[in-house]
Each structure stands twice: as structure tokens, then as C-alpha cells.
């Protein structure tokens, strides 16, 4: 079982938490292992394995490409700030529509050791978005929620 918990606004970026029934070394590896992010990271739309890169060290770079039915490929990429496992990861966040002189969205994610579950905190923030930007950002990160719950309850 999943709790959830979404926050948004235009200045703050999006919050969202999850209680997730895992151990956070297991939800730090699904967010830091190719296979494991592959298999959440877009919700129901494909990311071959073989297009997903990550150099998971501060200042290493990560991507990923989804296959979206009917909208062909979808690529985002970034570059690791923070990485402190089994408890925080932050990155840079771009999809191919964002400006190039733009770093791109900061990801903060935070995991909470709660005695074999694990509560995640997530959150996007840069102002890159607008509000309405960052709401349709929370409905997409929350369907990959949805997706990432269940890969950890598969084992």
C-alpha cells in the first residue's frame, strides 16, 4: 500500500510524498539503477533500457528516452548534483523542449527510513514552468509513482 501527498504552485515547483513498502536502499536503487529506473520512469509509456544512461556521482550526467505511442520519442536528461544513498538525490531535470541556456528543473528527492517502508519526498522546483505547467508535472510524476509502487511491490 501507497500513501500519497501533492503539493503545487508556480514560485515553490511541485511536492509530492509517497509511502512506499520498500526499504529506501531499494527505492534509492530503482532511482539510480538503469534496468529499475526503466521500468517505472515514464508510467505506462516504454523507456528501453538501452537508452538509458546514468553516471550516478555529483557532476555525472543521466538520460533517458521514453517511447510514447502516437507521440514517438520523448527525451530528458540532467546531471547529478547530490547523491547520498540510501537518503537524498538531487538532479537536474530537461526534456527536449526546454531552452538550452537553461540548467533545467532541480529534482530533490528524499527518503525517509520508516522500519522496512519508506516515505519519498519528492520535489520539483526552477521556475522554469508555468502553474499550469507544474500541475500537469504532478499528474505525470504521480502516475510514475503509481508505476514505481508497483515495481516494488513485484519485487
Known amino acids: 500500500m501507497t500513501t500519497a501527498k501533492t503539493t503545487a504552485s508556480e514560485a515553490d515547483g511541485i511536492t509530492l510524498t509517497r509511502v512506499l513498502d520498500a526499504s ?7 532511482w539510480t539503477t538503469p534496468a ?11 523507456a528501453p533500457v538501452d537508452r538509458v544512461t546514468m553516471d550516478v556521482r555529483p557532476g ?16 530528458f536528461h540532467g546531471v547529478y ?6 537518503e537524498r538525490l538531487v538532479l537536474t531535470l530537461k526534456d527536449a523542449g526546454a531552452p538550452d541556456d537553461i540548467e533545467g528543473e532541480k529534482v530533490t528527492v528524499t527518503l525517509a527510513d520508516l522500519g522496512g517502508r519508506t516515505e519519498m519526498v519528492f520535489h520539483q522546483g526552477g521556475g522554469n ?4 505547467e507544474y500541475q500537469n508535472a504532478a499528474a505525470g510524476w504521480g502516475a510514475f ?7 516494488l511491490a513485484e519485487g
Open 24 to 30: 529506501r536502499e531499494r527505492v534509492f536503487r530503482a
Open 36 to 46: 529499475q529506473f526503466a521500468a517505472w520512469y515514464g508510467g505506462d509509456a516504454p
Open 60 to 75: 555525472g550526467k543521466w538520460s533517458l528516452v521514453l517511447v510514447v505511442p502516437g507521440h514517438g520519442e520523448m527525451p
Open 81 to 86: 548534483r547530490e547523491v547520498a544513498p540510501p
Open 129 to 132: 514552468l508555468s502553474a499550469d
Open 145 to 151: 509513482f503509481d508505476t514505481l509502487a508497483r515495481v
